[in-house]
């Protein structure tokens, strides 16, 4: 009996090994290594290799692209610095319906050509990917990545985008026009007014200047880089300032500064910008162009400009400083914090300060984040917690000048109707 029950068994280890042994035996002894894997294996990974060379020291980094040549689903990352020192700041696929998925390990990550490649979590895409992006920064000299691409279908062709976008290439061209620009413009401030010489040089200027706005504005996702951005703006700016009064120059600079502007705005808010865009960035940038109006005279154009820049920055900081906010997962602490900050910034602030509502509605946005946290961390929390929070809080509500009422008062109500007193007895 126990024999039969013996050949039982070994005839279903058989049966449960046929499909493997047939497998294999249909390779041929001359299949090479990837082929004789793919033959057993037919999830077996394909490597296909980008290069990222010459990455930016600026500070924030530089956005490049990778292209598939062919969109495929991912199972994996891998990076590696091939020289310097880099940091990866985020790395995004992009699917063939322009959705963005984070890939979370490549998140602030620091490499160097000594290490090991980085790896990606486990992608499992089931969409195809048709674009790779990586937002580096060089840490110190020069510095080239190298991405790996694995796929379950077939070996990923990466190619690095050579576009304009943010390029020292749509800064070349920029640079061409107004170089034409300058011309007309010198023929036009250097001849006597309302002469012919004047007439003529001032219609070819402004036949210029119409070129230099319409190659600036016909591209919706081409931006010059943001150095040579504000070196525009703060040119044209003076230029206007300094031209003769009813001039076409005067006009034409004007119409390139506040075209130049507005572009520059555009592209602060564009979805899959070139510019690392953060509150941080955009309330230096806004404090620098307030110190350029001040410094300007109290009548002249060059505040009116710098005045409208000023305004126009200021009431985007809050907008992204909201988007910020919703992509991180703040704890109530951090969020409190976030809002203590920005609530010192706006009561130290001037009442005429040209941020003080910034700060205001920035400190406003933190704290409604932080109550929202606290109403479902509260539930986790012991009595004695809960009793320290409420002596916190009741101190900050009785100082009033640097702590706004109303929130701390939200916060003390949220504590103050918690107790974990049933839960105790339950747990007795």
């Known amino acids: 009996m126990e024999r039969q029950w013996a050949q039982r068994i070994l005839a279903s280890v058989m049966v449960l090994q046929a499909p493997v042994l047939a497998a294999q035996a249909d390779i041929s002894p001359y299949t090479s290594g990837a082929d004789r ?4 294996n037919p ?22 692209r990778l292209d598939l040549a062919k969109p495929l689903p991912l199972t994996a990352l891998k990076i590696k ?18 959705e963005r998925i984070p890939v979370k390990a490549f ?4 490499l160097a050509d000594t290490d090991q490649p980085l790896a990606s979590e486990a992608l499992a895409s089931t969409v195809p990917i048709a674009m790779i992006e990586i937002q580096a920064e060089a840490m110190g000299g020069s510095a080239a990545l190298e991405l790996t691409a694995i796929s379950s279908q077939e070996a990923p062709q990466l190619v690095l985008r050579d576009d304009l976008s943010c390029s020292k290439k749509f800064d070349a061209i920029l640079k ?4 034409v620009v300058q011309v007309w413009a010198g023929r036009a401030e250097s001849s006597t007014p309302d002469s012919w010489q004047e007439k003529y040089a001032s219609k070819e200027f402004t036949k210029y200047v119409a070129d230099f706005i319409t190659t600036l504005k016909e591209s919706k996702s081409s931006f010059a880089s943001t150095e040579y951005t504000l070196t525009l703006l ?54 620098d162009f307030q110190k350029k109006q001040e410094s300007s005279k109290a009548d002249s154009r060059a505040r009116k400009m710098y005045e409208m820049m000023v305004g126009k920055l200021a009431k985007l900081i809050p907008v992204q400083y909201r988007k910020e906010l919703a992509t991180k997962n703040l ?22 300060g040209l941020l003080k509502g910034a700060y205001q509605e920035m400190s406003t946005n933190a704290y409604a984040l932080a109550e929202q946290a606290l109403m479902k961390e509260v539930k986790e929390f012991d009595n004695e917690k809960t009793y320290q929070l409420i002596v916190e809080f009741q101190a900050k509500y009785n100082d009033p000048a640097n702590y706004p009422q109303e929130t701390m008062m939200k916060y003390l109500v949220i504590l103050s109707e918690h107790s974990n007193f049933l839960r105790n007895r339950a747990n007795q």
Do not use: W
Request: aromatic share 10%; with cysteine; hydrophobic share 30%.
């Open 176 to 179: 061409e026009k107004l170089d």
């Open 107 to 110: 998140g602030n990550a620091n």
């Open 234 to 287: 703060n040119f044209f700016t003076e230029r206007h300032n300094v031209s003769r009064a009813g001039s076409a120059a005067e006009q034409g600079y004007k119409s390139m500064a506040t075209e130049t502007f507005e572009v520059f705005l555009t592209s602060l808010q564009t979805e899959q910008t070139c510019r690392v865009v953060t509150t941080e960035s955009l309330i230096e940038l806004t404090l």
């Open 331 to 352: 704890s109530f602490r951090q969020a409190d914090g976030e809002g203590y900050k920005y609530y010192k910034q706006f009561a130290a602030s001037k009442p005429e």
């Open 81 to 98: 610095s091939k020289s310097g020192k880099v940091k990866i700041l985020s790395t995004t696929l992009v699917t063939e319906k322009q």
């Open 43 to 64: 999830y077996a990974a394909f490597e296909g290799v980008g290069r990222v060379t010459d990455i930016t020291r600026k500070t924030g980094g530089g956005l490049y």
């Open 37 to 40: 894997m793919t033959a057993i």
